[in-house]
């Protein structure tokens, strides 16, 4: 089970910080992942990050200013989220793919578990 949190209003170069919380065991072969989907779009690749080694990959248009990392202790990944704009607007998932490391993917339709999606709002 993925509980996500820590979305809110903020203005444009702002910055938040989202929280997911993973509950039960996890195993190496896990990524995590951040989508993101916006009104009347689709669902968006943000970034993903493999549970064993951290290792990560990001979407273009996120690269530079968010930082996707874990917290192996705490079963938690956090998404830092800097220089926020208004197209980063959306409400924001995480999502956890079984057995996928060592390679990572960018498709939603990999991921096996979703967590509830924080709303993140950035004002101009």
């Known amino acids: 089970q993925l509980q996500a949190s820590g979305g809110g209003l903020v203005q444009a170069g702002g910055s938040l910080r989202l929280s997911c919380v993973v509950s039960?065991?996890?195993?190496?072969?896990?990524?995590m992942g951040w989508f993101r989907q916006a009104p009347g779009k689709g669902r968006e690749f943000v970034a993903t990050?493999?549970?064993?080694?951290?290792?990560?990959l990001y979407a273009d248009s996120v690269k530079g200013r968010f930082t996707f990392s874990r917290d192996n202790a705490k079963n938690t990944v956090y998404l830092q989220m800097n220089n926020l704009k208004p197209e980063d607007t959306a409400v924001y998932y995480c999502?956890?793919?079984?057995?996928?490391?060592?390679?990572?993917?960018?498709?939603?339709?990999?991921?096996?578990?979703w967590g509830q999606g924080t709303q993140v709002t950035v004002s101009s």
């Open positions: 999502a956890a793919a079984r057995d996928f490391w060592p390679t990572m993917t960018m498709n939603e339709y990999d991921y096996d578990y």
């Open positions: 990050i493999s549970w064993s080694c951290g290792s990560t």
């Open positions: 039960g065991r996890t195993f190496s072969s896990i990524i």
